[in-house]
């Protein structure tokens, strides 16, 4: 009589590849590799982002994000053959470790190429891509093109789910990673009335060029309020030594000004009101109830081709979500020192004008949805590859 044999049960391991390109999309991406193992601790994830993601990664991941980080047209171009490189190493990567999906998070000028190329090349790789690029603000026409690339697209705001649906793509609506991020960070620090909070933006050029303008605000405001005190949010330590450097150069009023580092969300609830880079952070100041001035510089040539495709009447997230002006917006040309000093003074001095921005924003939290969307996020995902299992 033979003897029994336990039989072998053999358990797939699905493998995902994640391309993030910034670090806010890195800190995006860590959180959804983060809720996508609390699912299934056999996930296999390589791919390319930033530090936080490859310390998830289980496989073969490139850490780019230094010099995948840039900003505007002229900053592009000027880095073409680098970004044509990275571009065919991706393919030629993911061909190779043959994943069952690839997740591209945000990034879109890279990442919708990347899925318009493997959708012919790889057409059986299910393709998600997580915080739905603004294509509504820039280029409506290219949804339908979008349906046929994507698989799945996990919307950040509420009204993109049916926008993309209506041409076919499977889209969830997530909610705001935001919400879940803050959720950790909040406090009940008392805000300081003679405090202000400067937010230049993550990249060397966006300091470069709003900077100055902040400095220039601060040291009109000590002329008249001598009291003020200016905490500047460095992005990095790099950031922090090029921010100290300009202020060693501003003479002995700068000794009211201070600079910090990964201290932003502190700041923006200890300080009575900001100037702030338009980006992820204006949204994240609304959720915490900062009252705020928009400002904004790129190239002349970045500025004007963006104005001849952007179709919306204003470039901060809390504007565009109210269809409405809720903060001040100084772009370009309009961000000059006198306009943005005026603005914060009545921000600071007008109380009817700061209960009205703060009940604004309250109302565009609400929006955002509920904390929660990476695992959301992750649910949708491991759905979409349960659902149709990839044949090999």
């Known amino acids: 009589m033979l003897p029994h044999v336990r039989p072998t049960i053999c358990i797939a391991t699905m493998t995902l590849y994640f391309v993030a390109g910034e670090a806010s999309g890195d800190t995006h991406g860590a959180s959804l590799m983060t809720a996508l193992r609390e699912h299934d601790p056999n996930l296999l994830f390589l791919g390319r982002g930033g530090p936080r993601m490859r310390e998830l990664a289980t496989g073969s991941f490139v850490d780019w994000s230094e010099s995948s980080s840039v900003l505007g047209l002229w900053e592009v171009l ?3 053959g680098y970004f044509r490189q990275q571009f065919h190493a991706t393919i030629q990567q993911i061909a190779a470790q043959s994943p069952d999906a690839l997740v591209l998070i945000d990034y879109p000028g890279f990442n919708l190429r ?3 190329a493997l959708r012919s090349r790889l057409p059986r790789l299910k393709i998600v891509y997580y915080i739905s690029p603004q294509v509504w603000a820039w280029n409506r026409r290219r949804i339908p093109h979008m349906a046929k690339w994507l698989d799945l697209m996990l919307c950040i705001f509420p009204f993109e789910e049916n926008l993309y649906k209506q041409s076919g793509l499977r889209a969830v609506f997530v909610g705001h990673p935001l919400i879940e991020e803050l959720r950790s960070k909040r406090s009940d620090v008392a805000r300081d009335p003679q405090l202000i909070g400067f937010f ?5 050029r966006e300091v470069a060029r709003l900077l100055p303008l902040m400095l220039e605000v601060a040291k009109e405001l000590l002329g008249t309020r001598s009291g003020l005190r200016f905490e500047v949010a460095a992005a990095s330590h790099q950031l922090a030594r090029t921010i100290s450097n300009m202020l060693s150069q501003s003479g002995a009023w700068a000794d009211a000004v201070c600079v910090t580092v ?3 969300t502190s700041l923006m609830q200890r300080a009575s009101a900001g100037v702030i880079a338009s980006g992820t952070a204006t949204l994240e100041a ?3 109830r900062l009252p705020f001035v928009l400002v904004y510089k790129v190239s002349w040539l970045t500025y004007v081709a963006a104005r001849l ?3 919306v009447k204003h470039l901060g997230m809390p504007n565009v979500l109210a269809n ?9 040309h309009r961000a000059t020192t006198g306009a943005v000093r005026t603005a914060l ?11 009205v921005m703060l009940a604004e924003f309250d109302r565009l939290v609400q929006q955002l949805g509920e904390a929660g969307s990476s695992g959301k996020a992750a649910a949708a995902i491991l759905s979409l590859l349960n659902a149709q299992p990839r044949s090999h």
């Open 262 to 264: 990964g201290e932003a």
């Open 324 to 332: 409405k002006e809720v903060v001040p917006e100084f772009v370009q």
């Open 309 to 311: 495709v952007i179709n």
């Open 200 to 204: 230049p933006g993550s990249r060397p």
């Open 114 to 116: 990347l899925a318009r």
């Open 345 to 355: 003074e009545q921000i600071l001095d007008d109380c009817q004008t700061r209960s």
């Open 78 to 80: 000027k880095q073409y």
């Open 286 to 288: 609304a959720c915490l």
